[in-house]
């Protein structure tokens, strides 16, 4: 049985309507060696690189010195991708395979996780960093890539908006619910750990959308940058389909991905607060353009200058950069 069919039989037994709470062993694990698992995670990265090292170190003289060395020249250059890449990672990680399955059965029967904001944000986040990388690759070995440049640059406003509405949506509006909160004690209190996997898939859209904010190639991004009419009917187009497949869900198994959402007791409202939240993110897209193109077409501020060190000492670059 493969890892997704084995959790999925694992959701089945565990989860219910009531949250699934009970001494069903993937919570029991969870509460006994949470550190354990943590360090198994690390300790098989630590034997990943070592035997990538060993691998490296037994390639031939040429092919070092032609693909690996040019590397140690690019290394800051890289590290920005690599950090977005790898945290996103690690949220999805954290999201489909560490944290067990917490989610009351009715909520994902029908549509699975897809259902839920987060999983949708962080898998277009690893997608967008994953080409990032890869771009950014293809420019230290020469290889310019049309279009990987004309995507992590056309839809770098709509990635830092989608990020950025993550994390206030989560911080500002999910947290602070009651029935959230509950939801999550109740599990602390079993030993799930539950506050520290969504502070890891909800807090790490904000960290990296804004890291690459200030290491982005300035110039790169306003010769790509969108007009604001594509910006506003692009994010609108993301909430439309996710507005219609939550509320398909709905339909379908009577629930709202988030509890305060049913608490609403009223399908139109949430229906409306989702179309709200279309509105607030295509506003947080214009906005975040605007001040992409003030910062390159006012040279009297100098305090971006100023924060965007890696674009003036390395001559741009960031996740998806260079040039």
Same mark, same amino acid.
């Given at each position: 049985?493969?890892?997704?069919?084995?959790?999925?039989?694992?959701?089945?037994?565990?989860? /219910?309507?009531?949250?699934?709470?009970?001494?069903?062993?993937?919570?029991?694990?969870?509460?006994?060696?949470?550190?354990?698992?943590?360090?198994?995670?690390?300790?098989?990265?630590?034997?990943?690189?070592?035997?990538?090292?060993? $691998?490296?170190?037994?390639?031939?003289?040429?092919?070092?010195?032609?693909?690996?060395?040019?590397?140690?020249?690019?290394?800051?250059?890289?590290?920005?991708?690599?950090?977005?890449?790898?945290?996103?990672?690690?949220?999805?990680? $954290? #999201?489909?395979?560490?944290?067990?399955?917490? #989610?009351?059965?009715?909520?994902?029967?029908?549509?699975?996780? %897809?259902?839920?904001?987060?999983?949708?944000?962080?898998?277009?986040?690893?997608?967008?960093?994953?080409?990032?990388?890869?771009?950014?690759?293809?420019?230290?070995?020469?290889? #310019?890539?049309?279009?990987?440049?004309?995507?992590?640059?056309?839809?770098?406003?709509?990635?830092?908006?989608? /990020?950025?509405?993550?994390?206030?949506?989560?911080?500002?509006?999910?947290?602070?619910?009651?029935?959230? =909160?509950?939801?999550?004690?109740?599990?602390?209190? =079993?030993?799930?750990?539950?506050? =520290?996997?969504?502070? $890891?898939?909800?807090?790490?859209?904000?960290?990296?959308?804004?890291?690459?904010?200030?290491?982005?190639?300035?110039?790169?991004?306003?010769?790509?940058?969108?007009?604001?009419?594509?910006?506003?009917?692009?994010?609108?187009?993301?909430? $439309?389909?996710?507005?219609?497949?939550?509320?398909?869900?709905?339909?379908?198994?009577?629930?709202?991905?988030?509890?305060?959402?049913?608490?609403?007791?009223?399908?139109?409202?949430?229906?409306?607060?989702?179309?709200?939240?279309?509105?607030?993110?295509?506003?947080?897209?214009?906005?975040? %353009?605007?001040?992409?193109?003030?910062?390159?077409?006012?040279?009297?501020?100098?305090?971006?200058?100023?924060?965007?060190?890696?674009?003036?000492?390395? /001559?741009?670059?960031?996740?998806?950069?260079?040039?």
């Amino acid at each position: 049985m493969s890892l997704w069919g084995k959790r999925e039989k694992e959701k089945d037994d565990i989860v /219910g309507d009531e949250g699934g709470l009970g001494g069903h062993p993937l919570v029991m694990d969870a509460k006994r060696t949470f550190t354990k698992r943590i360090w198994s995670e690390w300790r098989g990265g630590l034997s990943a690189c070592f035997i990538t090292a060993v $691998t490296i170190l037994s390639l031939p003289e040429d092919f070092l010195n032609y693909y690996i060395l040019p590397l140690r020249f690019e290394l800051v250059r890289l590290m920005v991708p690599i950090t977005c890449f790898g945290v996103m990672f690690a949220a999805n990680w $954290t #999201e489909h395979v560490l944290q067990p399955p917490v #989610e009351p059965k009715g909520i994902v029967s029908f549509s699975g996780k %897809s259902v839920f904001f987060t999983v949708n944000v962080i898998g277009i986040l690893l997608v967008y960093y994953t080409l990032s990388l890869v771009g950014q690759f293809c420019r230290i070995y020469g290889y #310019e890539n049309e279009i990987l440049t004309y995507v992590t640059y056309r839809f770098f406003v709509h990635v830092y908006s989608l /990020g950025m509405m993550l994390s206030l949506f989560y911080y500002a509006g999910v947290l602070g619910d009651a029935d959230e =909160r509950e939801n999550i004690n109740r599990w602390h209190l =079993r030993g799930v750990p539950l506050a =520290r996997y969504l502070h $890891t898939t909800h807090g790490s859209s904000l960290l990296c959308v804004n890291l690459d904010l200030i290491f982005k190639n300035r110039d790169l991004v306003c010769s790509f940058l969108p007009t604001q009419e594509f910006i506003i009917l692009s994010l609108h187009g993301f909430g $439309t389909y996710y507005t219609i497949w939550v509320m398909l869900n709905y339909s379908i198994t009577g629930y709202f991905p988030y509890p305060f959402m049913n608490g609403m007791g009223n399908p139109g409202l949430c229906f409306c607060f989702l179309c709200i939240m279309g509105g607030v993110g295509a506003c947080i897209g214009v906005c975040s %353009s605007m001040l992409i193109s003030l910062v390159k077409c006012d040279e009297v501020i100098e305090v971006f200058k100023v924060a965007n060190l890696y674009a003036i000492v390395f /001559g741009g670059g960031g996740a998806g950069g260079g040039g």
